[in-house]
Nanobody, 114 residues
Framework: QVQLVESGGGLVQPGGSLNLSCAAS????????MHWYRQAPGQEREFVAG????????NYADSVKGRLTIARDNAKNMVYLEMNSLKPEDTALYYC???????WGQGTQVTVAS
């Protein structure tokens, strides 16, 4: 069955970097649009970044443009979120999502604090 497993979260100082990974199984992630979302305490889950099927490009929330980069490795069936210049307001639980069928991972915690 479809499964998404995130990893790579942790505690990082402001200005630091983290690389999140999403391991997909039960389907070929290269054939689907894939998203990253996040949810901060007391706030609604929000879209962060999306990557289309080949040739369809990427898109980002305005709050993360220029700092976060979404990418995929089709051979490994993985989706990544490279996070740079992190800010305290980036603190959240980060989720991988396959919009088709609305599949979600369990999330990985990112905490940005000094």
């Amino acid at each position: 069955q479809v499964q998404l497993v995130e990893s790579g979260g942790g505690l990082v100082q402001p200005g630091g970097s983290l690389n999140l990974s999403c391991a997909a199984s039960g389907f070929s992630a290269s054939s689907y649009q894939m998203h990253w979302y996040r949810q901060a305490p007391g706030q609604e889950r929000e879209f962060v970044a999306g990557i289309g099927i080949p040739g369809r490009g990427v898109n980002y929330a305005d709050s993360v443009k220029g700092r976060l980069t979404i990418a995929r490795d089709n051979a490994k069936n993985m989706v990544y979120l490279e996070m740079n210049s992190l800010k305290p307001e980036d603190t959240a639980l980060y989720y991988c999502r396959r919009p088709a069928g609305n599949y979600w991972g369990q999330g990985t915690q990112v905490t940005v604090a000094s």
